[in-house]
């Protein structure tokens, strides 16, 4: 029978593999979906009589339904692992899964902040230590489209501001220089002019961005102060530390910057990271055309 195969592949897992339980649990469920159909619908009585068709019918069920790409990759794994052990103990002489291929991931367009909701969100009152900093921080992202853990780790030495950039050490350490913008450069000065010293209280720390109690700002600590400036700023969407990087990126090739220098400041290896921000930007304009033209 085939569910006899199926009991000793998931012992095989957890014996000799030593998955975890949760692991096991999900190759059961889509490895149980696909025994059914093979049962059922097209009625196999052997794991050798399952052929490269019948697999490939039950990927365009899955399909018919409405699973996501994700579901059914994961699908397309967990038959291909069981497909090998049948081969592997010689179960069958031949893989109904060879070169079944792996459906291609969505790319999820990433979220971006209208320009007007830039303005609203870094139209920061500097009426504290802690808000010069916040404005300088976000004035600072929004102006080179850093990464959040490019701009906790900065040190003040990574600023030159009389020249107009800033260095940064992106993955794998590797270094670029991004410019800095007049705005920007303003909220940098002011913040270390009025901010950081009373932060740091003349303690020797080298990082540029620092808490209430003068040590370097974390990750998290950046997300909390994030959250509540999007709430004071009133915008409704749902705003990561990653917004601003994908909105200064936007926001470039929107207004006519060359996808290659974005490529360069965004400090992506690979232009075609870059370029899902051009099709961000063909949505944004069929959006507007759609709101705004009389006969859309």
């Known amino acids: 029978m085939l569910k006899h195969a199926l009991e000793d592949f998931f012992h095989f897992l957890r014996i000799e593999r030593g998955l975890s339980d949760n692991t096991i649990h999900s190759y059961g469920r889509d490895l149980k979906h696909y025994l059914d159909y093979l049962e059922n619908t097209v009625q196999k009585q052997a794991w050798e009589n399952v052929n490269r068709k019948d697999v490939m019918g039950f990927l365009y069920i899955l ?20 497909h090998q052990f049948l081969i592997r103990e010689q179960i069958v002489t031949h893989d109904a899964s ?10 999820k367009l990433p ?5 007007d909701e830039v303005e609203r969100l870094l139209d920061i009152q500097e009426n504290s230590v802690l808000a010069i900093r916040n404005k300088a921080m976000l004035e600072l992202l929004y102006a080179t489209g850093l990464r959040v853990s490019e701009l906790i780790t900065l040190k003040v030495s ?3 501001l009389t020249m107009g950039f800033v260095q940064c050490f992106g993955k794998g350490s590797k270094e670029r220089i991004v410019p800095l913008g007049d705005v920007a450069k303003r909220a940098l000065e002011h913040y270390l002019e009025m901010s950081r010293q009373e932060l740091i209280k003349n303690k020797p ?9 003068g040590r ?14 999007t709430l004071s700023a009133k915008i409704s969407k749902t705003i990561t530390p990653h917004t ?12 006519g910057a060359d996808l290659r220098v974005v490529q360069e400041m965004l400090g992506h290896a690979d232009i075609s990271t870059t370029q899902i921000y051009t ?13 705004y033209h009389p006969r859309a």
């Open 216 to 229: 370097p700002l974390t990750r998290q600590g950046f997300w909390k102060i994030l959250k509540g400036l």
């Open 244 to 255: 601003l990087r994908h909105s200064f990126a936007t926001h470039l090739l929107e207004n």
């Open 158 to 160: 990574d600023l030159h």
């Open 98 to 107: 060879l070169h079944i291929e792996t459906p291609r991931k969505e790319r």
């Open 205 to 213: 720390e080298n990082t540029l961005f620092v808490n209430r109690h």
């Open 279 to 291: 099709h961000v930007t063909k949505t944004r304009l069929k959006d507007m055309y759609n709101t």
């Open 63 to 82: 399909k018919d339904e409405g699973k996501s790409t994700a579901t059914i990759t994961r699908h397309v794994s967990s038959i291909r692992s069981f």
């Open 111 to 115: 979220d971006v902040l209208s320009q």
